[in-house]
């Protein structure tokens, strides 16, 4: 399912690519699947791009400074965290999860990705770049024992 998240706002909504705005937040996003098809292979850049778009054509640039982008991010890894709160160790794959946990836990997953997205476009920094680098970083670090 294509969820497209406007972030920064609770009630708000995403152009997808077949031009056709799906509202999210207090609104059920029943349809979502059929507006959009599910993309493969999204990059890093298209994620920046896109949200990019969405806080320049609502002039919410303003409002989105590194400080209250980590803030946000911050939030929105709490709520990641409320879902495996009680749960215990969890099986990957979540085999016994309903489809309605995966898809929330889908949402929260996204939110904290387009926020960590956000706030290392407005810091100026390549983050795909920043991840390779760091999983060079930790090869060194943490060699392979024979």
């Known amino acids: 399912m294509c969820r497209a998240a406007g972030v920064g706002t609770p009630r708000s909504v995403f152009k997808c690519r077949s031009n056709i705005i799906i509202h999210i937040g207090a609104l059920k996003m029943e349809n979502s699947q059929?507006?959009?098809?599910?993309?493969?292979?999204?990059?890093?850049?298209?994620?920046?791009?896109?949200l990019a778009e969405f806080a320049k054509v609502r002039n919410w640039d303003q409002y989105?400074?590194?400080?209250?982008?980590?803030?946000?991010?911050?939030?929105?890894?709490?709520?990641?965290?409320?879902?495996?709160?009680?749960?215990?160790?969890?099986?990957?794959g979540l085999p016994n999860w309903s489809n309605d946990d995966k898809e929330h836990l889908e949402e929260e997953l996204s939110d904290v990705l387009l926020y960590l997205v956000q706030l290392a476009d407005v810091c100026g920094l390549d983050l795909g770049q920043a991840a390779l680098s760091k999983i060079v970083k930790n090869s060194q670090k943490y060699p392979i024992l024979d």
């Open 34 to 50: 059929k507006l959009c098809r599910k993309f493969k292979d999204v990059s890093l850049e298209e994620l920046r791009d896109r």
């Open 64 to 92: 989105h400074s590194p400080r209250n982008l980590l803030l946000a991010l911050v939030g929105e890894v709490g709520e990641l965290s409320e879902i495996f709160q009680w749960k215990g160790e969890v099986e990957r």
